[in-house]
Structures are given as structure tokens and as C-alpha cells.
């Protein structure tokens, strides 16, 4: 079965740039989620989206930004990078039904992020 | 605001034993879902258990189970013959089902499984 990708699975950057994650996930999924996991921490949700539009906002920094596009993939951009953003960033993707029969969140393997 | 709370930052166990990692959570809502996830060294996020609160009956799969006490707002899982593989970091999580713009998972602070041969 699909699950859900991520890319890229390792990102090196410097103090100051921008990068780019982004998030494929499982087919018919309405659902995505971002997380961030620091070293010996648990996740900590950044933001979601829903059917494309943010649905949901946890404690992202104003110097990221995310979005989900027209095939239902998601990008999570990150700009002014700086050295504690060094972390494994999740994407997770559900579904989503009206009457509350929504499924579990499946998550991929997670990017990387390394910020020398 | 829901809160998980794990109170064992790292428990052991020995091979072919049984190990119960606990969990408790607070909230207001009355339907809701509880998971356990599991993360090897490999960092994968690995759905180990789900309950949904309105199910008064605890969720089982294969060696491990749930006791969901939902009064107490207590979700522990129970590992029986405990393997190897099962040596990883075990989260709990909240999410609500209230609606789609609160739909986020809320972990706690994860349990540390030490399994011993």
C-alpha cells in the first residue's frame, strides 16, 4: 500500500537559508499534518491543512510557511534557517469524514534537517 | 487545551515478560481518539494501537492492549512477551474529532522501552 512520502530524507543547510520540505501523501488523504521532533523530544505540531486550506496552527515560527496544492501534496518552507531548527520535521496525512469517522494518521519517514 | 502525560521516561523489561507503559491525558471533549505510536532508532513514527473513546471495550493487537479507563482518563498499554523489536520509544497521542480545524495529534513526552535478552 502508498504511504506517505517525504522529501528529502536528509537537507544540509546554513545559518540563513531557505529550504523547502515537501510532503506526498497516501492517495484520497484529505488530511495533512507537520511536525517537528528535536533530539529526545516528542513532535510538536506545526500546522495542518484540510481539502487545502490551513486548518489548523500550532506553534510554527513566523519564518515558515506551508502549503498544500491542487494534487493534495504539501510543502513546508523555511526561511532565515537557523541552528535550532536542526531537527526530524513529519509529515502525516488522514482522512477526514464529516461525521466523525475519521482514520488514524499515518506518517512518513521524516526529513532531516540539518542547519550548520 | 488537551494535555498527555507520560509519566515513565524510560521503563525495561526482559524477554518473553510483560511491560505496561502508561498514559493519562486531560479534556473537556467526550468523543475522541487515543493512539500509541512506536519510534525505533530509525525515528519512523509506527502506529501501534488505536481506541476510540466511545468504545467501551479496551483495543488489542496481537501482544499489545490497551486499558482504557476513560473516568480516569488513563490509557495504558500493556506489551505481553515482550521481543527485542520491541525496543523503541513509545508515544501516546490525543486527537480530537470535533472537527477538521482542531484534527491534530497531541503527544506526550514518550516512554523509553529497554527490552533485555
Known amino acids: 500500500a502508498a504511504g506517505v512520502i517525504q522529501s528529502p530524507r536528509h537537507l544540509i543547510k546554513e545559518k540563513r537559508e531557505t529550504a523547502t520540505l515537501k510532503c506526498y501523501p497516501i492517495?484520497?488523504?484529505?488530511?495533512v499534518y507537520w511536525y517537528q521532533q528535536g533530539p529526545g523530544q516528542d513532535p510538536q505540531f506545526l500546522i495542518s491543512?484540510?481539502?487545502?486550506?490551513?486548518?489548523d496552527k500550532g506553534s510554527i515560527p513566523d519564518r515558515f510557511s506551508a502549503q498544500q496544492f491542487s494534487d493534495y501534496h504539501s510543502e513546508l518552507n523555511m526561511s532565515s534557517l537557523e541552528l535550532g531548527d536542526s531537527a526530524l520535521y513529519f509529515c502525516a496525512s488522514s482522512l477526514w469524514r464529516w461525521e466523525g469517522m475519521n482514520t488514524e494518521a499515518f506518517f512518513g519517514q521524516g526529513t532531516r534537517l540539518t542547519v550548520v | 487545551a488537551q494535555t498527555v502525560t507520560q509519566s515513565q521516561p524510560e521503563m525495561s523489561v526482559q524477554e518473553a515478560e510483560t511491560v505496561t507503559l502508561s498514559c493519562t491525558y486531560d479534556?473537556?471533549?467526550?468523543?475522541?481518539?487515543l493512539f500509541w505510536y512506536k519510534q525505533p532508532p530509525s525515528r519512523q513514527m509506527i502506529l501501534v494501537i488505536r481506541?476510540?473513546?466511545?468504545?467501551?471495550q479496551n483495543a488489542t493487537e496481537n501482544r499489545f492492549s490497551v486499558n482504557f479507563q476513560k473516568a480516569a482518563k488513563s490509557f495504558s498499554l500493556k506489551i505481553s512477551d515482550s521481543q527485542l523489536g520491541d525496543a523503541a520509544m513509545y508515544f501516546c497521542a490525543y486527537r480530537s474529532k470535533i472537527s477538521y480545524n482542531t484534527d491534530k495529534l497531541i503527544f506526550g513526552t514518550g516512554t523509553r522501552l529497554q527490552v533485555f535478552p
Open positions: 479534556t473537556s471533549e467526550s468523543d475522541y481518539y
Open positions: 492517495p484520497r488523504h484529505d488530511t
Open positions: 481506541q476510540e473513546a466511545y468504545k467501551q
Open positions: 491543512f484540510y481539502e487545502k486550506m490551513q486548518s
